[in-house]
């Protein structure tokens, strides 16, 4: 068992805490009860450090760095959230936990997070056979952090904490910090300060502000449902804003997400040519052109740019 630590620490502790509870055999058959309560409370600093001692080497910093140098040592394993408070030696680890994958980038899964993916996505993680996870289990996905997503969190948490703007221009300031990037409606929650008004501002972003904002249902069928990309940094012509949601989607799936002047679609999409798609009104909005579908026409952001110099 002491194999792990070094000498002195782990041992000392094991020892130490052996002669307490020896001890306290006298107080269980002769004490009042405040005493053996009283005497029973180094035991408990003898455990938390006993577990602390396990995890040796140069990342015993915290509470934070033995968790992960547990997680690490059994990647793709599930884990009791016991044992990870064993070696945390607190009973905060779920915090720790919570801190390693969202600020620090650690593809770590909880029975609880994976209640809230969506089929899509619990597919792309786990193509046979699912893990059951409880709420107090996780596993560590991958023994490499992901570098992108702790910068994200920190570009989040700032944006987060300002205190002078709505929640839509946190939203598009996040947008446009990852242009072309996906984002998790997760993501736009936190930026939003939790505040349940996220989805309707990001939905307004594109439907009234033209922020060419892509999802799913509207433009990109090759995302997760739950998944937002702002596709290029640049409004919609005025007048193409305010398409009501639901035309908007019909539109696209009636074109089949396809520019209906040059036939690109996002599969054609590459780094050094980035389009994407809008809809377009065929007679303008300011000419009395309606909202209806068959005013309206799903063209690449380079044919719509055509189209609206050539008038
Ligand atoms: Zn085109
Ligand atoms: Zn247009």
Excluded at 191 to 216: H, M
Excluded at 237 to 257: F, N, S, T, W
Aim: proline letters at 4%; glycine letters at 6%; a positive charge.
């Amino acid at each position: 068992m002491a194999r792990h630590a070094k000498p002195g620490d782990a041992e000392e502790y094991r020892s130490r805490l052996v002669s307490l509870l020896e001890n306290f055999e006298e107080h269980l058959k002769n004490s009042e009860l405040r005493t053996q309560v009283i005497e029973l409370i180094p035991a408990i600093k003898l455990l938390q450090n006993l577990g602390r001692s396990l995890i040796q080497g140069p990342e015993t910093g915290g509470a934070r760095a033995r968790v992960l140098a547990y997680m690490k040592k059994y990647v793709g394993i599930v884990l009791a959230g016991e044992e990870l408070m064993v070696v945390a030696g607190i009973s905060e680890y779920a915090r720790r936990i919570r801190e390693l994958r969202v600020e620090h980038g650690w593809r770590i899964l909880t029975g609880y997070t994976l209640k809230n993916l969506e089929p899509e996505e619990l597919q792309k993680l786990f193509a046979t056979d699912k893990p059951k996870l409880k709420p107090d289990q996780y596993i560590l996905l991958s023994d490499r952090q992901d570098m992108e997503a702790a910068y994200r969190w920190n570009v989040a948490n700032d944006i987060r904490k300002d205190k002078n703007m709505s929640v839509r221009d946190k939203i598009l300031k996040y947008f446009r910090s990852f242009v072309g990037k996906e984002i998790s409606g997760e993501e736009l929650r936190y930026v939003a300060g939790d505040k349940t008004e996220w989805a309707r501002r990001s939905r307004e972003l594109r439907t009234e502000f033209g922020w060419p904002i892509a999802t799913y249902f509207t433009g990109r069928p090759d995302l997760a449902v739950g998944m937002y990309v702002l596709e290029e940094d640049r409004q919609a012509p005025e007048h193409d804003r305010k398409i009501p949601e639901a035309i908007y989607r019909a539109v696209l799936m009636r074109d089949k997400h396809t520019c209906q002047d040059c036939g690109w679609k996002h599969a054609l999409w590459n780094p050094s040519d980035p389009r994407h798609l809008e809809v377009h009104h065929i007679k303008q909005h300011a000419e009395g052109g309606s909202n209806t579908e068959g005013n309206l026409t799903t063209l690449c952001n380079v044919c719509h740019d055509m189209r609206h110099s050539n008038r």
